[in-house]
């Protein structure tokens, strides 16, 4: 791993965009879920500041797991195959399930935690919101209900998204040039 150093990083969303648009997904998803109760899936360790800050502007009563999953370890790119470090979860069944993510890359993470879900709970609905969509990466057909932000084939990192576990600490979303990377 090369040492990245926080003056490597520009910044590409700033604090204030990505907390006004969260405020926005939020709305959006306080009309489409009314007063019915939701369950909130945290995908961890990345959307814990994204999920943190999208309950606290959804006005409908609500429940919070986390699980974690990983896919990247310790690189730059994803491994192609998902680990389910710890996937336990309470009985869904008939619930309203919102799965928090903080990025959808290649789209093999959320499709795997979708088709978990599928196979193994009978949901009243299931959706999926994450903070980043990176569709120009997809390898799977895959798609979040609503997102915050589109972004281009960069590494992406703060606001709970990590190099090697970190700068998820930063109030904004950055990037690094690649060659920095290698």
Known sequence: MKNVKLSDIKV??????????????????????K???VCVIC?????????????????????ME???????????????????????LPDLTDKNVLIVEDIIDTGLTAKFLLDFIASNFRTKSTKFVSLLDKKCSRQVDVKSDEYCFEIDDKFVVGY??????KFRNLRFIGYADKSILK
């Open 66 to 88: 986390f699980i974690r999953l990983s896919s990247y370890g310790h690189s730059t790119s994803t491994s192609g195959k998902v680990n389910a470090v710890d996937i336990k």
């Open 43 to 63: 995908v961890l360790k990345g959307a814990v500041m994204f999920a943190t800050d999208l309950v606290k502007s959804l006005t409908m009563p609500l429940t």
């Open 12 to 33: 590409l969303f700033d604090e204030t965009t990505i907390q006004n648009r969260i405020k926005e997904v939020a709305s959006k998803l306080n009309d489409s879920y």
């Open 35 to 37: 007063d019915e109760e």
């Open 160 to 165: 709970g998204l990590d190099y090697d576990g």
